[in-house]
Structure formats: structure tokens, C-alpha cells
């Protein structure tokens, strides 16, 4: 599973690309995607026959007012739940047909989660935050860990900062901490809900730029729920939901 660092080196060594083209290869791809949540009281369906294809190297957005399903869509294209039926394929092969080792490998290797609330343990520093998704992987030794670590605090501007823990942190330093962290792993994928949900605005348009740039420069492919439609708006391609379904 180490390779999938090289091969997304390799891969987005072709120039990125913004937008779906036919030449792009779909790294994930939802068909007839439904998903019903059921409690003692209600069922709800959070998801309604959704359609949608995520080609390598794109930056998608996912707007829609509360409660359409946008974070369900996430946890869904991030492996971390299964939908009610309908089909998820990753690199053209279907969820189902990766063994339980494989998809664990997925998650820690291949898929980077960023989140609003930024996730960070407060008692460890921000260099032991980014290196945590690190401890799955035995092979790596604890100095190539540390190095790696290091670098993806470089990567979000943050390498004065390794000692500091996350309360000595503004917002937007925090949510590059959070964002190091999911880049540590070499991810192809990095999965953001509301990324700036947190932030005022000179903030979040300082943790775009840092998402638009590891799309453009490193290739990343970007899928991102958002509000604020200026946002979306420099993004690739908007994907709106309203009631479970895409309408856009
Ligand atoms: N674990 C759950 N159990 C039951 N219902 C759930 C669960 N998770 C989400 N839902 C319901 O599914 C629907 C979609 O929720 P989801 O969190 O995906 O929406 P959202 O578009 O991300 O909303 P928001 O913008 O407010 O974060 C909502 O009606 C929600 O109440």
C-alpha cells in the first residue's frame, strides 16, 4: 500500500486538471447511491439516487442547504460508512470487492479528512498531531515519521510552529494543522467538510488559497463541502444538493 504514494506522484506528474474531461481517469465514483438513515422513530433518507463521478485531479464543491445529505455524501466517499444500496467504486473497482485489509489501507493511505471543527488532540503538539496517522504504518521508523511530519508542516507554512500545541494556535493556523495532518499520509484524496466553517473570512480565504494550491501544485484531488459560494465558485465544478438529491 505504500506504492499509492508513488502512483499518485506519478499520476499527477500530467498537468492538474479542474473540471471533468473524458481523459480523466474517475478515482470515485457513486452510482444510484442511496442512503437511509433508520431510528426507532423516523427513517430518514439522507441520500436519494445520487449519481456522481470524481475524476483524478479535480476540486469539486458540494453546497446545499443544511441537512441535504453533503456530510453523509463525505463520510460515504471517505469509506467511513456504507450506503443503503447503489455502488462505490474507487480506481474503477467496486467498494465490495476490496478485502477489509485493503480498505484500511484506503482510508489511512489514499483519503485525507479535513473538518471544520479541526480534530486536534489539545494535549499533543502540533507536530505529534501530524504525525499521528503515522503510528498505523510499522514500517515507517519513528525518524521517518518525524521527517515526513515536518514536511507537511512546511507544506502549510507552519514549520515554526511544531512545539506549539493547538490552544497557542489561532483558527486558521489550527485548520493548517488539521490539513498537514491529512496531507502527511501522501493522500490522493483529501475529503473536506466546511473546512473554512470556522473561520472569518481573510482566515478562510487564506486556508482556500492552501487548498487551491495542493490541487494546482501537487494534484490533489479536492472534494469540499461549503456555504460560501465564493468559494465554491474558484473551484473546478459546484455538485448542489437539495432534500438527498443532486439538483445541480
Ligand atoms: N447518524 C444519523 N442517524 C440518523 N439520521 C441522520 C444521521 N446522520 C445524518 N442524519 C440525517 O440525515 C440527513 C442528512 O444529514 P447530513 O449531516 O448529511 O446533512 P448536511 O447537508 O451535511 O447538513 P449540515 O449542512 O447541517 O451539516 C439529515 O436529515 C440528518 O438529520
Redesign the pocket.
Known amino acids: 500500500m505504500e506504492n499509492l504514494l508513488a502512483s499518485t506522484i506519478d499520476t499527477n506528474s500530467q498537468p492538474p486538471l479542474n473540471g471533468a474531461t473524458a481523459a480523466t481517469a474517475p478515482v470515485l465514483q457513486l452510482t444510484n447511491i442511496e442512503?437511509v438513515?433508520?431510528?426507532a422513530t423516523?427513517e430518514?433518507?439522507?441520500?436519494n439516487r445520487v449519481n456522481l463521478t470524481i475524476n483524478r485531479g479535480e476540486f469539486v464543491s458540494i453546497m446545499?442547504?443544511?441537512?441535504?445529505?453533503?456530510?453523509?455524501?463525505?463520510?460515504l466517499m471517505g469509506l467511513l460508512d456504507e450506503p443503503t444500496s447503489g455502488t462505490i467504486e474507487v480506481d474503477g473497482r467496486p467498494v465490495q470487492s476490496y478485502s477489509d485489509k485493503e480498505l484500511a489501507g484506503l482510508r489511512n493511505l489514499k483519503i485525507g479528512f479535513v473538518f471544520q471543527s479541526y480534530h486536534l488532540i489539545n494535549d499533543l503538539s502540533v507536530l505529534d498531531n501530524v504525525e499521528l496517522p503515522l503510528l498505523y504504518r510499522p514500517k515507517l521508523s519513528g525518524r521517518e515519521r518525524r521527517q515526513r511530519a515536518v514536511a507537511a508542516l512546511d507544506k502549510v507554512g507552519l514549520s515554526a510552529r511544531t512545539g506549539h500545541f493547538p490552544s497557542q494556535l489561532s483558527g486558521g493556523q489550527r485548520q493548517r494543522v488539521a490539513i498537514a495532518r491529512a496531507l502527511v499520509g501522501g493522500p490522493e484524496i483529501i475529503l473536506a467538510?466546511?473546512p473554512t466553517g470556522n473561520l472569518d473570512s481573510v482566515m478562510g480565504e487564506e486556508i482556500m488559497d492552501l487548498l487551491l494550491g495542493l490541487n494546482k501544485t501537487e494534484g490533489v484531488t479536492i472534494v469540499m463541502?461549503t456555504?460560501d459560494i465564493q468559494q465554491a465558485m474558484k473551484t473546478g465544478r459546484v455538485v448542489r444538493?437539495f432534500d438527498?438529491s443532486q439538483v445541480g
Open positions: 442512503k438513515y433508520q431510528t423516523i430518514t433518507v439522507a441520500l446545499g442547504p443544511s441537512g441535504c445529505g453533503k456530510s453523509t455524501l463525505l463520510s467538510d466546511e463541502v456555504h444538493f438527498g
